[in-house]
């Protein structure tokens, strides 16, 4: 394996201006912020000014499930990377797309395309799309189910990994006295044929400075426990309890093992929504503005569509109607979020106000000062819950701002977090040991 690294520590770029639904309406500035370049610089240089392994993209490729309540993260991912490449030099670049609304060749053209132009620092987070309204602007058509979406995913990462490959290291040549710009014989079609693709190959260029992108995944049901620990470097997750975090990430090592990898080989970098200020009032006075301007009624909305249940039965102080949900196998959003919000809805045996007070829009959620978020993931990281976290940044860009002014000088003093870069790629960077090449039919 490569070195290991410090605590991961990525940020999350959520739903245009921020994790919480309330961001656009607490936050100053203009609505339409997320639509300029300006943001998305700023962000991208505070981010590395903080020494953060990467910043994280999420993608919605539809507004139609929150309509035109609040902004959605539309935005081409690849696009918005690339223009942030071009103002940093060491953060790392991810990238939500999804496998069920995309083509192999063409994903695996434009990441590694980012990949080569930001030398080696991107990293592509493979989504099964769950949001049924996605059909409707793609042809229309009944959208997968849970089992059709995950079966078209394995195939497809399967034949991107090919075509990452599909150039071998040292194919380009580039000999002009000779007259020889590529070996032929390192260069291979793929030739794959399989139930959902028929893709030739190979690249129309080489490989990247990375051997490939790193591959972050982010199911968490059975079925895509199953995906990322065969293709994943690492996994993104939703985990509320502590004692369900060190499950989650000792269950996905084993699994690695029982693909033949080493368990080192996937990191495990739950979502954690923080809310900080310089002090605990300061921290709840942030998250108590976000919550009020946004209102009850569209949290209720929210929640209802994340566990599956109308809005007509949560009764905002009463118990979380746990009782009445349906099984996973017949629900078309997110296993892994609804499994975790329910899960600490019983535990904590929360009404549904205190629910949609403390369950992060989905993730764990920590409000508070720096010290107070810093011992939170300190604890997890000594229970081996995570090898870093994901912070769902609240409101953008004033959270990503925070959590370099404020969070990473306290997990700095604790140890917790490098000082500088070390190292040129993301894979690198993660500690991450340079990907085993894919077996390709050699072009007869």
């Not at 507004?63 to 223009?83: H, I, K, S, W, Y």
């Not at 040991?433 to 050699?442: F, G, I, Q, R, S």
Request: proline share 5%.
């Amino acid at each position: 394996m490569a070195d290991e690294p410090s605590m991961i520590l990525t940020a999350a770029l959520m739903h245009g201006l921020g994790m919480h639904t309330g961001a656009w309406l607490a936050r100053d500035g203009d609505a339409g912020d997320y639509l300029t370049p300006e943001m998305y610089t700023d962000i991208a240089r505070t981010a590395e000014a903080g020494k953060l392994h990467a910043v994280f993209l999420a993608e919605q490729m539809t507004n139609q499930e929150v309509g035109t309540e609040r902004p959605c993260g539309a935005l081409d991912t690849v696009t918005v990377l690339a223009l942030m490449a071009a103002v940093t030099e060491r953060i790392g670049l991810v990238g939500t797309a999804s496998t069920t609304y995309n083509q192999p060749y063409d994903l695996a053209r434009r990441f590694a395309t980012l990949d080569h132009l930001s030398r080696g620092r991107t990293g592509w987070n493979s989504i099964a799309t769950q949001n049924p309204t996605v059909a409707e602007m793609f042809g229309g058509g009944e959208h997968p189910d849970h089992e059709q979406r995950y079966s078209r995913a394995d195939e497809f990462i399967d034949v991107v990994l090919k075509l990452w490959d599909s150039w071998e290291a040292g194919a380009l040549v580039g000999d002009k006295s000779t007259g020889v710009f590529a070996r032929e014989d390192l260069v291979h079609e793929i030739n794959h044929v399989g139930e959902h693709f028929a893709v030739r190959g190979p690249m129309p260029f080489a490989r990247s400075p990375q051997g490939r992108p790193v591959i972050f995944q982010a199911g968490s049901s059975e079925r895509g426990r199953e995906q990322a620990a065969k293709y994943a470097d690492v996994v993104f997750t939703a985990q509320h309890l502590l004692e369900s975090a060190v499950a989650f990430r000792e269950d996905m090592r084993r699994r690695a093992a029982e693909h033949g990898r080493h368990p080192d080989s996937i990191k495990i970098i739950p979502g954690m929504s923080v809310v900080l200020g310089a002090t605990e009032t300061e921290a709840q006075q942030r998250k108590q503005h976000l919550d009020e301007v946004f209102g009850t009624g569209p949290n209720l909305v929210k929640l209802g569509r994340r566990v599956g249940l109308p809005v007509e039965v949560l009764e905002l102080d009463k118990p979380f109607p746990a009782h009445l949900l349906g099984p996973d196998e017949e629900f078309k959003g997110s296993i892994g979020f609804r499994r975790t919000i329910v899960e600490l809805a019983v535990k904590e045996n929360l009404t549904v106000r205190e629910l949609i007070a403390s369950y992060g829009g989905g993730h764990h959620q920590v409000v508070g000062t720096a010290e107070q978020v810093a011992d939170v993931m300190q604890e997890r990281l000594a229970a081996g819950g995570a090898d870093g976290f994901t912070l769902m940044i609240d409101m953008l860009p004033s959270g990503v701002h925070d959590v370099v002014d404020m969070l990473v000088p306290e997990l700095r003093d604790r140890g917790l977090f490098h000082g500088d870069y070390e190292h040129r790629t993301l894979r690198e960077s993660l500690g991450l040991a340079a990907p085993a090449p894919v077996l390709v039919p050699v072009a007869g």
